[in-house]
């Protein structure tokens, strides 16, 4: 888990790579990797790769990249982890070659030079890459199926640019700034910035599941190379209703298949516990994995205490059920205060989430720890949103009405029109009928932030005219549905998984927890855990996450099971209310209403900030 | 049945057509071999450079401008007469697409002809290459127009700054746009200073500051006020310097009466229009080409100047940051502040030239290759 960059100046006209803007690209990421830093720059001048370690697998100095292969044809510069390395090392020693470190690192550029691109389909982890392939005088950007890593890129059309982080790419000082309005729309309608956009025109995040050449020309056309769209199509779910044992019994097997993979590491591997199943599961999962010692930290706050929000009560039972050293940190108002500088710095776009993700990573730094599980994902995976309920209920409802021309337009703005409509109740409730009917507009309804017609009034007509247009919100939803699963379930899994997990939930946990230099693992976020779920047999879909609770040798205590759902949440609400250095919103009609959401009074502090 | 198919003028199988070794492209521009000025120039150097590329059959070319062709084009060339007005253009690149069937490429010199091109394009079943120069790209158009450059294939800017200006405003992956630079000839080269022009403007041992433009009031981006503003503390310092205007134009009047109301009318000399063949030496008159644009889609004239081996000073808001290097070759400065624009001009006087092989990045041989790959990337690898 590291912080790469990238600069290769491809064209013929321009300048050879600037070892000092490398250098500020890299350094900007100084807390993704404080273990060590390294840079290569090919003999020409024209390619300059850069690197920040954190070391997890492979600590000797050996593992220290760019790595170049024994030849010196292949370089590469890599974030994350290959949880099939030792398998792939096997196969490509079985095959003649020879490896001169312990590294997951290695094992890319033998399998680049044994299966060319196609080394993505044979990697199981979260990753993002860029390798330099001397021969071919091409670049290769590569990024994780879920897309858990991220990758960004700025081409300003002589000169490619990559980083582990968007604002690492601006503190190199010769990236345009120019402001992305699709970027900015796409912000304020989903709360956080859907890919490929980014808030700045000239960057771009490499899609989740695709590889990127890159040679003389500039860069060619994105290959994506796995969609969870795909997963859920070409499954063939088991015909034979298997009994609730043997449905049990594979499920438990590909969970801790899954969690075996990812404790891989050569340093203590500790574990996000909240009240949840999902955390709670993979931390009893971890136990039958084999792991002796566990550590593991819950989140509390002192607005909670008492009430159902608080999370620590039940963590703590959890911990000590499956024997984790276990530590309950306390957040408080005034930590909150000190550290929204340091929050909004490390933010790398602007998002509503994250800041449970800041603390506890926080935490878990401060115990010594460098990795961490998380149960991020169970819910895309197991049906645990109500949007699995709602949308599809919402598109049988509405689907009729929604078909009629100009009847949503019309509903939506005579509902608008009627006097402040969204102080009185649901600010969403006017596009029910222009977007309810369709599974694209019900989970803009569901997931959405902002509505399309309030943007005016928070980033101003132009941005919201251009923005609107460029991203095309549905188009944009309606384009992870590709091709389109058959089932409810699945259309909604391929939703919450390839927009609001990728674009939110995986983004904030990389950068929140990245500002801490601990890396954040994800079992419940695998794709060979995906494929074994989806050929399952669809009666999982309707026992939901009772499946994963119990998938433990000892499982979850009932109380985990049966207690409503709360999310990772914090008390932004009151402390929005009361921070004197955040309260633009108030200058804002919409925003000061008394019951507007607090996440958009949240979104456009950190528009603003 | 496809419009285009029922017309009969089908690329004959769009992608597999364009399989085999000969594409032929259909070539819309407002003038190439015969014209003037800058984008004449431009397309003269890209079409022969299309033309000679390993994939292209032939270049079917229809100007819209009328313009004397040269005697000689170059090989693979068929330069067709020139249609005027839009309707006629219209009719003549319908006409051409008939009588040279199959078509591969349509490619579009300019901007305001995408609508046209896209059309053919589609009617032809044919790739479609949009070429988009400078400050016709820098404002958002019309639905029509947006629509026409967003069904392109390949586009190719001038420079990066034209390039982020279109991709402001139309909604494509930037993938598929593309720099493809100016080029710069063998006959701009470093070499004496010609005695007989160093008389023609009183110039013997001085130091020579040169603007070389059009003198349009539409063009006042250029910056010949900004420099002539700061003529009077260059010459207190440099009190052997004078300032050479090269080009001529509508706002002459105005550049002589401010010259005159900043008392430096003696020491600015207004060259007039200068003919093609004797620009190289002009500019190796100069010591410096100080242009402090705002509007340029490149600025061939920094390239040219920097060719013949002098110094040059540019603006940083505009394309002039590629002819420059991005200061590699010649300071970009901010053309509004006056106070940077002394110091570089002080700068480039107290030293000697530097720019010997300064445009040798953006020689033909290289221009030319880059065409190439850039018909094998988009045109061949993708069939």
């Known amino acids: ?9 491809y064209h013929y006209a321009a300048n050879a790579v600037d070892r000092a803007e490398l ?34 697998i492979d600590l000797s100095e050996r593992g220290a990249q760019p790595m170049t292969s024994a030849d010196g044809k292949l370089v590469v510069t890599f974030n994350g982890e290959i949880y099939n390395y030792r398998q792939l090392r096997v196969a490509l020693e079985a095959r003649g070659r020879t490896f001169r470190t312990q590294t997951d690192t290695e094992v890319l550029l033998h399998l680049y030079a044994e299966k060319g691109e196609a080394m993505v389909n044979y990697l199981r982890g979260m990753f993002a890459f860029g390798l330099w392939d001397s021969e071919k005088n091409a670049l290769l950007l590569a990024r994780d199926p879920y897309g858990i890593k991220p990758l960004y890129y700025a081409d300003d059309g002589w000169t490619l640019r990559f980083a582990s982080q968007v604002k690492a790419l601006l503190a190199g000082g010769k990236v345009s700034s120019n402001h992305e309005p699709a970027g900015w729309v796409g912000f304020c309608l989903f709360g956080s910035v859907p890919e490929p956009f980014t808030t700045y025109q ?39 209703p298997a009994s609730d044992e043997d449905l049990q019994r594979g499920v438990r097997e590909a969970l801790l298949d899954s969690v075996r993979y990812h404790l891989v590491a050569d340093v203590p591997v500790g574990a996000f516990l909240s009240s949840g199943i999902d955390s709670g599961a993979l931390v009893g999962l971890m136990r039958d994995a084999g792991q002796q010692e566990i550590r593991t930290v819950t989140l509390a706050f002192e607005e909670f205490r008492g009430r159902s929000e608080d999370e620590a009560p039940i963590a703590a039972e959890i911990a000590v059920q499956y024997g984790t050293r276990h530590t309950t940190r306390v957040v408080t108002e005034r930590e909150f205060r000190d550290d929204l500088p340091k929050i909004l710095a490390a933010m790398d776009q602007p998002t ?24 991020l994902g169970g819910d895309e995976l197991f049906g645990g949103y109500p949007s699995f309920r709602d949308v599809p209920l919402c598109v049988c409802a509405l689907a009729i009405p929604g078909r009629i021309p100009g009847l949503g337009n019309v509903a939506r703005r005579m509902l608008t029109g009627l006097g402040h409509f969204s102080r009185l109740g649901n600010p969403k409730a006017a596009g029910l009928l222009r977007y309810g009917g369709s599974y694209a507009g019900a989970y803009l309804l569901r997931r959405g932030l902002f509505m399309p017609w309030d943007l005016e009034s928070v ?102 099971i049966e207690r409503s759902k709360t999310g990772f949440t914090t008390p932004i609400h009151g402390w929005l209310q009361r921070d004197r250095r955040i309260q633009q919103w108030r200058q804002v009609p919409e925003l000061a209403a008394g019951k507007c959401p607090w996440a958009r009074r949240w979104a456009f502090q950190v528009a603003a900030a | 049945m496809p419009v285009g198919t029922a017309l009969g003028l089908s690329g004959g199988g769009g992608l597999n057509a364009m399989v085999g070794p000969s594409l032929r492209v259909l070539a819309l521009v407002t003038d190439a071999f015969g014209g003037r000025g800058g984008i004449a120039q431009y397309n003269r150097d890209f079409l022969s450079s299309l033309a000679t590329c390993d994939q292209i059959g032939d270049v079917i070319v229809l100007p819209r401008a009328s313009a004397t062709p040269l ?49 053919m394009a589609r009617l032809l079943h044919a790739r479609l290459w949009v070429q988009v120069h400078g400050i016709e790209a820098w404002q958002e158009l019309s639905r029509l127009y947006r629509q026409s450059v967003e069904a392109a294939d390949l586009i190719t800017a001038v420079s990066r700054y034209t390039r982020r200006r279109l991709l402001e405003w ?63 503390q260059v010459f207190l310092h440099h009190p052997e310097t004078i300032y050479l ?28 229009p200068v003919a093609g063949e004797e620009l190289p030496d002009y500019y190796r008159l100069a010591d410096v080409l100080v242009m402090p644009s705002t509007g340029e889609g490149f600025g061939i004239v920094f390239l040219e100047a920097v060719a013949c081996g002098i110094d040059v000073i540019g603006g940083d808001q505009d394309g002039s940051v590629d002819p420059l290097g991005d200061g590699a070759l010649g300071p970009a400065i901010n053309p509004e502040d006056s106070e940077e624009l002394v110091s570089a001009i002080f700068a480039a006087l107290r030293k000697p030239a530097t720019n010997v092989h300064g445009a040798a990045r953006f020689k033909p041989q290289v221009f030319s290759k880059h065409v190439q790959a850039l018909v094998c990337s988009h045109f061949i690898a993708r069939s």
């Open chain 1, 459 to 560: 980033i101003g007509v132009e941005t919201a005219r251009l923005g609107l247009r460029r991203l095309n919100p549905l188009r944009c939803i309606e384009s992870v549905l590709k091709p389109r699963p058959r089932s409810a379930f699945g259309k909604v899994a391929v939703l919450e998984s390839s927009l609001y997990m990728r674009n939110q939930l995986l983004r904030d946990t990389d950068w929140a927890s990245m500002a801490h230099s601990l890396e954040v693992r994800v079992p419940l976020v695998d794709v060979e855990l995906l494929r074994h779920l989806t050929t399952a047999p669809a009666t999982y879909r309707s026992k939901t996450k009772r499946l994963l609770a119990n998938s433990p040798r000892v499982p979850l205590p009932s109380k985990v």
């Open chain 1, 202 to 240: 000239e960057i771009r995040a490499l899609p989740a599941g695709s590889t990127l050449w890159v040679d003389r020309v500039g860069t060619r056309e994105i290959k994506q190379y796995f969609s969870v769209a795909d997963t859920y199509c070409n499954a063939e779910p088991a015909r034979s």
């Open chain 2, 245 to 272: 205007i090269v080009g001529d134009g509508d706002d002459r009047p105005r550049l002589e009466a401010l010259a005159s109301e900043f008392a430096v009318q003696d020491k600015v000399r207004f060259a007039g």
């Open chain 1, 352 to 375: 509503i989430d994250g800041l449970n993700t800041w603390f506890v990573s926080k935490a878990a730094h401060e115990l010594g720890l460098k990795v961490a599980i998380s149960g």
């Open chain 2, 170 to 232: 139309i909604g494509i992956d930037p993938a598929r746009v593309k720099v493809l630079p100016n080029t710069v000839g063998p006959r701009f080269h470093p070499g004496p200073k010609r005695g007989d022009l160093l008389d023609r403007h009183d110039a013997r041992g001085k130091k020579i500051l040169m603007t070389v433009s059009r003198l349009a009031r539409s063009e006042r981006y250029k910056g010949h006020d900004r420099v002539i503003r700061c003529l009077p």
């Open chain 2, 71 to 119: 005697d000689t084009l170059p090989s693979g060339i068929r330069h067709l007469p020139p249609a005027q007005g839009r309707l006629a253009f219209s009719f003549g690149a319908l006409r051409a697409a008939w009588a040279h069937r199959p078509i591969d490429v349509v490619f579009c010199g300019h901007l305001f002809m995408a609508p046209l091109a896209a059309v």
């Open chain 1, 23 to 56: 250098r500020r690209i890299r350094d900007h990421m100084a807390a993704r990797g404080p273990d060590g830093f390294g840079e290569w720059i090919s003999q020409d001048e024209r390619v300059g790769l850069g690197h920040r370690r954190l070391t997890i």
């Open chain 1, 1 to 9: 888990m590291c912080g790469i960059a990238g600069i290769y100046a």
